[in-house]
């Protein structure tokens, strides 16, 4: 069993649409947890850094943990063509150490 | 603001030979992680160095090292290079144990 499972997509939403991507672990001890966008043929940017469980909202964005079911979510309001991509969730055991990343979900916003 | 550099952006190696990565941290980065990421997948951390040192490692062979320079800029070096080795190696910087990573935009290995 894989430490972080993502779907993998793709997904394809239009222009405007409320999307939502998720994330399991199996491990427990994560405490920190991280959603990356990476547009293609670039490194991943970090677009939320939450810990423990609750929500954290950052403009379009939201950020939900829910550490009793082990889940993570992102959602985006208002989506933008610019937010196509793949949307990386990652997460570790503390600050500092290494990260657990899920294998991305491909986000296509069709204008 | 100079984001976390890395050279080259693109390589082709043959399979048995030897390649070296760079990287260079943001500034005021002091700490340098490597990860591997094959195509369609996530990445996969390969290791950690802060202060010079290895200080965690990923389920990665020796024939994967690195180094730290007194800069802070880092090198990986892959031996005996397999086809298996082809991957985007991205490099990440951060500052001490606080979290949230900037990564640079990778070096695509091609092993032929």
């Known amino acids: 069993q894989k430490e972080v499972e993502q779907d993998p997509g793709p997904l394809s939403v239009p222009e405007g649409a409320i999307v939502s991507l998720n994330c399991t672990y199996s491990?427990?001890?994560?405490?920190?947890f991280m959603w990356y966008r990476q547009y293609s043929r670039k490194g991943p940017e970090l677009l939320m850094y939450?810990?423990?469980?609750g929500n954290k909202e950052d403009g379009r964005f939201t950020a939900q943990v829910d550490k009793s079911s082990k889940y993570i979510s992102l959602f985006i309001r208002d989506s933008q063509p610019s937010d196509s991509a793949t949307y990386l969730c990652?997460?570790?055991?503390?600050?500092?150490?290494?990260?657990?990343f899920g294998t991305g979900t491909s986000l296509t916003v069709i204008p | 603001d100079a984001g976390v550099t890395q050279s080259p952006t693109h390589l082709i190696k043959t399979r048995g030979q030897q390649v070296t990565l760079r990287c260079s941290p943001k500034?005021?980065?002091?700490?340098v992680s490597w990860y591997q990421q094959a195509l369609g997948q996530g990445p996969q951390f390969i290791f950690q160095?802060?202060?010079?040192?290895?200080?965690q490692r990923g389920n990665f062979p020796d024939r994967f090292s690195g180094h730290q320079f007194p800069n802070y800029s880092s090198e990986l070096n892959v031996n005996a290079l397999l086809l298996g080795d082809s991957a985007l190696y991205l490099c990440?910087?951060?500052?001490?144990?606080?979290?949230?990573?900037?990564f640079g935009s990778g070096t695509r290995l091609t092993v032929v």
């Open positions: 500034s005021g980065h002091d700490t």
């Open positions: 990652a997460m570790s055991l503390n600050t500092g150490n290494q990260f657990y």
């Open positions: 990440a910087s951060s500052f001490g144990d606080r979290g949230g990573y900037t």
């Open positions: 160095y802060y202060e010079e040192e290895e200080r």
């Open positions: 939450t810990y423990s469980s």
């Open positions: 491990n427990s001890a994560f405490q920190y």
